[in-house]
């Protein structure tokens, strides 16, 4: 089996049911999640080996974010146990005219105030083909952020693959910072993930002529970001996902890759949004699956675009599909009817 | 802060959960509403010192119906305790072709056998600004109609500013008897807000070229009705939402308002719909608040609009959304991109 | 009142709550239903005394299936008791591109090991007028294959109507094996039902120019496939349903009949579905009872059609509606305005 | 099948879910239930064709009442359909030192509005060997008291067993008015059940030395209150429930009958209450039974008992107990082991 | 009305429903509570006019904590708003030899981090007759400590009586910092509530010859800690609980007051627990408000003992009983018999 | 870490929540349990490195059952997949006189036709220290008994400690069979464990003077049973549990071992239960990881005992404590005071 490492925060979700707003809820879902935890659960799904690297507290809180990925077939034994508290995000969902809503309380968890001594990356890159990290990690703190370039460092000498989602959270870091630590960690980046907002927002690289809030997405300027991505930093492959908004509960969908040499655009999805979260997550442990497993560039994009259009049809972060579903309607077959 | 106050019944509310009908329920979610408990809740959430005036019984079902108002922060310490019963209302929420269903049980509620020794008008308008009522309550009955009257000339002594919604319910009063007493009433209301049928159900007005059932909605009928209610009862502002039902899950939906010189029409939403119940009254909270606050006119529609098209996104009769939120719709955005 | 009765499987349904999927859940939502079952429970809505006969066993959960029945009007007394087992189906919902999921574990349930001497036709034929099963019940094995043959007799000598729904279900039995076996079956019926792959599926009867999984639809060819299953087996009434598969969450409905001399269409619909399964079983009461009732031709597809549009709107394989509502969608009114 | 007739109220039972007490509840728990519908529920549950008799609305609330009986096998033909509401109560349950609470909500209900009309008690009591009510029954006005005598009238006529528990709801009527009304009515009645309070509450009855508040009870006094009420009546039976109140978590429950010449004491038993609404009704339900089934005297008080025991480990007002559970019970095995 | 202000931390409190432990929990119950605000929760509830004191974030999750007390009528203007989180902890309900077990995740809480210049305390204690806290508030932090001794000074000018109960939190500070810390602030105590443990944590102050774990409890050691700790601080008044704890499921409960003069002792009672979290709380409360109405020294342990035996009976961290619910149990009724 | 496997069927727990009866429930929890995963996952809970053995359908439910494996730290990739179905069983939870109720539907079950080709048992027991099986899986066909023989054939060649729970389930075979295939098993057992009940039912071996039903035990007749067995099958340790059913709320606790010289006995527990099953493969399970840890003949047995006092608290099958908790019971702690 393919082994892959993805190394981050996961975090529990506090989510109020159905359409409630935070302050009518009187009990929240709860379940865990986070960029690069949802992707090592989509690969496990795929049937990689995956194996997902954080700190967590020994109390059981910490012990039931682990259990939530051993429950779908994650390697957990590279977590560290230590520190205070599982960082946590309270999740509204939104509707129509409503958009949803995080409120984070993830300051002082057991992954942002760990230390380099907490990692041993020569033991946890044994074996190992793929790490992938987001922005989100070393948006931590500078330790985090020295922990994964440790990371991409050792990864860089093993010559495993290295993704990287730019993932940009303006309520951890600015987008200077953001810029001056990723511009470091995206030189041992080769494929590069984003979404219609992250290369402005991370590298100041706009999309000409695309109005996000508008639903509006331009091909040719998205052409032009993946480009300027690849050139600047040498990216083996650039992909990007393409959202329309068109309301809290619909969306359209797609996404685009450059390999350098030519693009390629996924079919485009209109969906109806059961769960948005960790979509762009879904997206990435797609691109990573399909190419580990060797596919054409066409079928990855297909394959990726596919995986997160599924996505948000799943409650929770984590992507809950199998090879055979996101390959059936990747194939074409969006017409959801009942499977006997 | 501003004082509002508004006067009427406030029910139990019992529901079955998602889209159960009432003989599959094997629970009923427990909320609370009315139209004027409804305003006064929005008001206490966009900042107003709201005071909600009804009379319900000390048993616990009546404190539970007060602590739902206190929890937003609706002032409830001008409601007199005593009576009977809550009154109580089943509402079994509707999907596509299948409309919504409510099933009435609210005779011999503590406030439809109220007395008006049960209301002291001159403590409960001090220092208020604004009163609000609806058609609902004096159709509640005859004392009721009287208490309503009574309410209505302190409020014009003290020269508060008077709101009506007409808010016809034929289970209550025929159309006949509901104009008699809403034709003398609405002689001391300033501001009238009626839904595309009121008009015609209350006082015979009728908007030509209109076929609400088929969801088709004519601008200049409703400015011709809006000027015929103006002219026969000299309001200072008429209001009319404008809703045009696609299905039980999607309807359109937009507003006018005339100020007795120009017609001011809102933009217009596509809603999927979470909740339908309370959607007017969160127009004429909206409409208050925005006229209280002294927006512009065409601010005034926007805002109230915007609001209402919200609620039709929030479980329950009460409309859970900020100024911030409305303004932000009002002001054009409608992506519903995640808030983080 | 008119007595009809329905001979089948009845089982226990269990599906994860909301959008869940089957290795999220913690808990099922019990309730229990199979095509026949859910005709009687339809019929016995509109006010036909139906009673449905199958084979549960004495223990609780047989016993609940009993009473699942009995609570919405259906005669069970001809239910005979003993055997192990009441077969099971787990139901994952699906939404937009994710297609709903049936795992069935319904094998030596008691009514697919059930003998000739379980049921005694006479007595329960007393005073019935019209007969109903569908391609499922003698898909359950030789036996009941069997006794369904005997019933079909016992009715024809009595000159009840015969209806049958095709239902091909390929868990069960082969094409092959399903045209044999429902070849002869098809000699006693006199109304046949059908959706849009069954005349394919068990007699090789094809729709021309129809691409089922892109939704198209083509009323020629479907006016062709009635013909031939008219010609073919002198069916009085052969209905077919049209579905189109939009995604999980939307479907386009319609349906068509052919009295042997004319081709009724009814209306068609665009429904956002709660609760798909039972769809067509639901269709196929609405045919019944219309029929039952001497409406005319154009009423009675109507009226089928209708009321399967609003069982997509139901929780449960049972259509929860009565007659006025059906009436009413069929009549023209699809607004879902709410009903006060 | 043997045949029993009840009369009575059927009511919405709405109850926060565990121990929430009514100002905590966002949720109710809908059941149905009444003293006379419960006990007709019970015969069902022992094989008994059990009939019960009151009046409904049309709606769908009223609906679900008449389901909630059909489902456990009750014969709701004589049910009459007609008036404005279900009555309601809201029940909070207790734990430890703290009581259980009711709130009635029942005033106006279908069957309080009854008249004469709604009852063709000829038919009614076609093939019925027993009839049962209960001092509730007439409470609910002068009008219900009348259709209970004209009952009592036909039931004497045709021979039918005429059962009643005294039932006292100090909530309906005063003592003095029960005492005039059910004094009238128990000339007619064979089986008397009370509780350790009715006989004092309905007819100044006094069980010498028991103090019900401090969980004592006296075996000699019960003797004589229940030969006070024989000699006065002239009843063929009667029967005391004997209830020690340790708290509301744990009560002693044991009952004796007096059959005018012999004392029968039943075991007694020591209970964790899970729901203790209900429980006399079950006991009159197990004596009613048991009676019919022509046990001896003992088994009659021990059946009855036992059943009455097992209803307070039962959620809702009707005992969902069989026949081999109570004998069990009433034949000593009180283990409590799993029965696989 | 009386006015009454307590100050310290309100959390949110996750509780898995039922028995499940936290790595079983898919949903946590969402209340709030915390030692002061529990206290301020029962005086609204018997009619005190509590204001509680504490910082809370602006957003959504604050001000649902702002809510939960506004529900139940405690005053919330004094309120600060601002910093970054509400503090957590999280709660797992024991039962039988499975104790109830605790996670804090409080670091960091807007209270935490406050200020002197957060809360004016002239304007806070207008009009107040007490001001209660707990040892939690100062353990909060130095900076919390100041505020607290501000506090105490401001009232202790006013004259407002002035209630602590020790509440030692090992998890919060090391005893000896409690010790120096409360020893400074119990200068301006006037009455001091005590559990088992706390007098010997706080101030080594030990209670001869008691084995907390075996429950056992020794009247005569109590006397002694009470009359020690009066001494040696000057209380007015000394209360101490005194729990024996047989199981998680089951508690004696008893406690005692020493007013300097003499001992007076409360009934003992024998718990079934529904909710153990605040049964402290609540006994301090009973304890202030009965002081407050002026009781006897008698009827104030009495009433104290009552309302919290009562509050191990109610779900959450408030005790939600009235006045007339606790003197009835205070009186000797403690059977739990029905209110109807 | 030490290593063992358990071997048998995990099957689908499917139980109504709370004390809901069968024919109540609207819903089931859905959790998965058996005798030999019970014992695997309290192993695992307990650090030892446990796999289990079983088969399972490909399909997502039997997916299901393997991630509640994973979920809680169990090695799954000893599973076979394939076959038809999960086994299920149903569960009622009983309360005081009213027994639990379990209905099993496990005939046809994946693992229930598995072949020997299934299972490699030298790789199963690379590294292996301990195996575990029970009287279940034998009785689950003769080719599972087979299967089992030569897994205890291939264990005892490598020197692995074997333990067998007697665990007589009459649904599954008769007394004599059992005693003859067990007889045949036992000679490989080193270690037996068996309830008060088992050593009757399987070997005609009779503890006397014991009267299960009426919760009384003899010490004197266990010390004979354990005696009888050990000195007929050669064992090194035999294991009885001494369970006293007061009801199905109240149990006693308590368990002895004889290791062919000594007799221990284990100090007794008084349990309010939640949920009793799974109570003696908790103790099975401490028995083993005490005897893999090579504790003290008596620690052995307070370990065990105390560890299925605590199941007894958990919900579900599985017994969800850890070392620390099951130390601190058997150590005497059994207060359930909070754990702040």
């Known amino acids: 089996m393919k082994k892959a490492v993805t190394f981050g925060e996961i975090m529990l979700r506090l ?84 958009p949803s809503k995080v409120v984070y309380d993830r300051a002082g968890s057991s992954i942002a105030t760990a230390t380099k001594e907490d990692f041993n990356w020569d033991e946890i890159f044994e074996g190992v083909e793929w790490f992938h990290f987001t922005g989100i990690t070393p948006a931590l703190g500078d330790n985090v952020a020295e922990i994964c370039m440790e990371a991409c460092k050792a990864a860089k000498e093993r010559n495993i693959t290295i993704s990287c989602d730019l ?19 995206c030189k041992y980046v080769d494929v590069c993930i984003a979404n219609e907002e992250d290369a402005s927002d991370v590298f100041g690289i706009k999309a000409a002529n695309t ?3 508008a639903g509006k997405v331009d091909h040719e300027g998205y052409k032009d970001v993946a480009k300027q991505l690849s050139d600047r930093f040498g990216f083996s492959k650039v992909a990007i996902t393409l959202r329309g908004s ?15 040499k030519e693009y390629y655009f996924s079919k485009g999805y209109k969906m109806h949004i059961v769960d948005r979260v960790g979509g762009g997550d879904s997206f990435g442990a797609g691109l990573i699956y399909s190419t580990m497993m060797g596919y054409e560039p066409q079928d990855i994009i297909e394959y990726a675009t596919a995986a997160s259009c599924l996505k948000h049809t799943i409650e929770g972060d984590f992507n809950q599909v199998g090879v055979d579903e996101v390959k059936k309607l990747a194939g074409g077959d969006a017409s959801g009817r009942v499977q006997r």
């Open 15 to 98: 989510a109020p049911e159905g359409y409630y707003r935070f302050i009518q809820a009187e009990t929240f879902g709860a379940t865990y999640g986070g960029g690069e935890a949802n992707v090592a659960v989509s690969l496990a799904n795929y049937g990689i080996d995956a194996s997902f690297v954080t700190k967590l507290p020994k109390h059981e809180i910490g012990q039931a974010a682990v259990n939530s990925l051993r429950r779908y077939g994650v390697d957990t034994k590279s977590i560290t146990r230590g520190g205070d508290r599982v960082g946590i995000y309270f999740l509204e969902k939104g509707a129509s005219q409503r």
């Open 167 to 185: 993932n940009y959270r303006n309520k951890l870091w600015s987008k200077q910072k953001a810029g001056e630590v990723m511009g470091e960690l």
């Open 211 to 213: 109005d996000i809030t």
């Open 246 to 260: 068109i309301s809290a509960s619909d969306n359209n969908w797609a996404a685009m890759m450059y390999d350098g």
